[in-house]
């Protein structure tokens, strides 16, 4: 019985380790083969030595015998000498790790606003603490008038210097951040000191102009720190890219499982154009994961360019679409953001919309144009590959050859060259045949484990940035005029950018939502725009002088006034009289003033939430 158990033990422990090379489930020899060691067991005594009542041994048969035996014990030692120089690869790579670790300064992870302030420190010397703290956001405060010196004149009013907030329009700190190619180059710290460089020149260049104040070196140090808060993610997520494809350690770790599979069958004698074939599948796989997500990508911008009903229109409709959404949400901070920085908020509600039609859509939409194109992708490197093969067997069979032909194939779809190659020897490669038939075997798995990575997390993230859906829309609706309503804070509606001609906007809204509010009162205005400009006795002062202009003449005022071509007449949009009367506490509180009750009109605060959105469909 203990004879039975050890034998079956036995068969047990070589059914894994056969399994185990095998790459297959099999635990025990009887999920192998039928098999009961109580009745499957015959034991034959003194069968070696020829004892009764078994025939006496056969000389040949026992040369046979002893030739297995001696086969199987080379065998063993064969089978022994492999495993240990797996275990030496195993050692060989922890030690080529440490080594490259040891030589190759490891890459760090990111503190943006940590150099921020040691380079604002830098220029201004010692900052207190106290000023991180209480630092403020340029591009959500109301005027810039608590940040300028008066060089010429005495006094100054908000309005003034509103066109200072469009020049330093966060937008063009972001497309010079684009410029560095975080994501391809890394980060550093020269990173920020050329934005600071850049910002610094730019806020110099408005001052020698025509305006007649300066900036205290506060608004210069919160320029900065405001534009690198709203940056922090973008840089810090396209520096994790580089990490993550640069970094030595996750490199390797990476490659590893790649190697150690070439290795195995080096040392299981496979042939050279195997071995050169496994090795152009795993370089493959990077350039098709890219090219997948990139065309991916484009189809997805153009599908949400048809179906998405945010998105599926001009700026105007978009805009109309945000404030219908501002509406049903009610979120007055929102409002403020969408009334004070436009540009910001198209992008950002851009951004929200991208991100909720690739979760929502991912598995119906997505999904399946991801696996269309890597479908696409394989059957054009097969073809690739049975081409190049054809083209050289008929020339001179050389391997060189055949490499050339098969990546320039390939170089409209992939980012891939003969130079990815580069130490890879293939001098002895002669079966081209056999080449490119471990292609098509190894392929496939090479597809799988692409597709195993699809999921919407990770479907922007792969993306390089000026790649990514949201991107490319942001570009497609935002390439056009973002010049404000000095007056209401409207934007124009000319899809040109530094277009010729005056700014207009179809509809203007209530002055008090933009801030504007009698002179020497606390009052905020109630007045539209067009019907202000239409009045015969409205006045406004468009600086901090004493100087007034009539309002029917608002160009005489010169600078922001004079571009602009605001129509007289009662066009008046239902919407912003209704949001005047449900943010009335919250415009008050925001701005510090009041609305006179009296000279809100009975009839606006008739206006539903319903009849104000409904409004829009009306008259937009």
Not at 130 to 149: A, Q, T
Not at 265 to 274: F, L, Q
Request: proline share 3%; hydrophobic share 35%.
């Amino acid at each position: 019985m203990e004879a039975r158990r050890r034998l079956l033990e036995t068969l047990d422990e070589m059914t894994k380790l056969a399994a185990k090379e095998e790459d297959c489930d099999a635990e025990y020899f009887s999920d192998v083969i039928r098999f009961d060691v109580q009745k499957d067991v015959k034991y034959f005594a003194q069968f070696w030595e020829g004892s009764p009542p078994m025939a006496p041994p056969n000389p040949e048969n026992s040369l046979e015998i002893s030739a297995y035996r001696k086969l199987e014990t080379e065998y063993s030692k064969w089978t022994w000498s492999l495993r240990s120089v797996m275990k030496e690869f195993d050692l060989l790579w922890k030690k080529s790790v440490k080594k490259i670790i040891r030589n190759t300064p490891a890459i760090k992870d990111t503190d943006i606003m940590r150099d921020v302030k040691e380079i604002l420190s830098d220029t201004y010397g010692s900052v207190s603490v106290d000023h991180w703290k209480e630092s403020r956001d340029v591009f959500s405060v109301l005027g810039y008038y608590d940040y300028v010196k008066v060089k010429r004149c005495s006094g100054l009013f908000t309005k003034a210097i509103r066109s200072a907030k469009e020049r330093f329009d966060y937008t063009l700190s972001t497309i010079m951040i684009q410029s560095f190619n975080i994501s391809k180059m890394g980060y550093n710290i020269s990173c920020i000191r050329q934005l600071t460089d850049y910002i610094k020149k730019r806020v110099t260049e408005y001052q020698e102009g025509p305006v007649k104040y300066k900036f205290k070196n506060e608004f210069f140090r919160d320029l900065v720190l405001s534009i690198c808060k709203r940056a922090n993610k973008m840089i810090t997520d396209q520096h994790r890219m580089f990490k993550e494809a640069n970094d030595p350690v996750i490199y390797f770790e990476k490659k590893r499982e790649e190697y150690y599979s070439i290795f195995q069958k080096y040392c299981h004698g496979s042939t050279s154009a195997a071995i050169f074939g496994e090795i152009i599948c795993q370089k493959l796989k990077e350039p098709i994961e890219q090219s997948v997500f990139k065309k991916t990508a484009r189809d997805l911008t153009d599908e949400m360019t048809t179906n998405c009903q945010s998105l599926n229109g001009n700026r105007s409709k978009l805009e109309k679409h945000i404030l219908n959404t501002l509406a049903e949400e009610e979120d007055f901070d929102k409002y403020m953001n969408y009334i004070h920085n436009p540009k910001d908020y198209f992008k950002s509600f851009i951004r929200d919309e991208v991100s909720r039609y690739i979760t929502d859509k991912f598995s119906v939409s997505v999904l399946p144009k991801m696996k269309e194109n890597i479908k696409l992708l394989q059957q054009k490197i097969m073809k690739a590959a049975h081409e190049s093969t054809e083209h050289v067997q008929v020339n001179s069979r050389d391997v060189g050859l055949w490499l050339k032909g098969f990546t320039q194939q390939l170089s409209d779809e992939l980012i891939f060259s003969e130079k990815d190659f580069t130490g890879v020897n293939h001098d002895d490669v002669d079966d081209l045949n056999l080449l490119e038939n471990v292609i098509r075997k190894e392929l496939p798995a090479i597809m799988s484990d692409i597709s195993k990575t699809f999921n919407a997390k990770t479907f922007t993230l792969k993306l390089d940035y000026k790649l990514r859906p949201d991107e490319l829309l942001m570009d497609h609706f935002c390439q056009c005029c973002w010049v404000q309503c000095p007056f209401c804070r409207a934007i124009c509606t000319n899809t040109i950018e530094n277009h010729d001609g005056y700014h207009s906007v179809a509809f203007h809204r209530v002055t008090g939502i933009a801030g504007l509010f009698y002179r020497e009162k606390t009052n905020l205005a109630v007045k539209i725009c067009t019907s202000v400009v239409a009045s015969r006795n409205q006045y406004f002062y468009p600086n901090a002088s004493d100087d007034k202009d009539l309002c029917r003449d608002y160009r005489r005022a010169g600078g922001i006034y004079a571009d602009w071509s605001i129509t007289p007449d009662l066009s008046e949009l239902p919407y912003w009289k209704w949001f005047v009367c449900r943010f009335q506490n919250h415009l008050e509180k925001y701005y510090d003033k009041t609305f006179k009750s009296t000279e809100i009109p009975d009839e606006w605060r008739k206006n539903s939430k319903e009849e104000a959105i409904d409004s829009l469909d009306q008259y937009i």
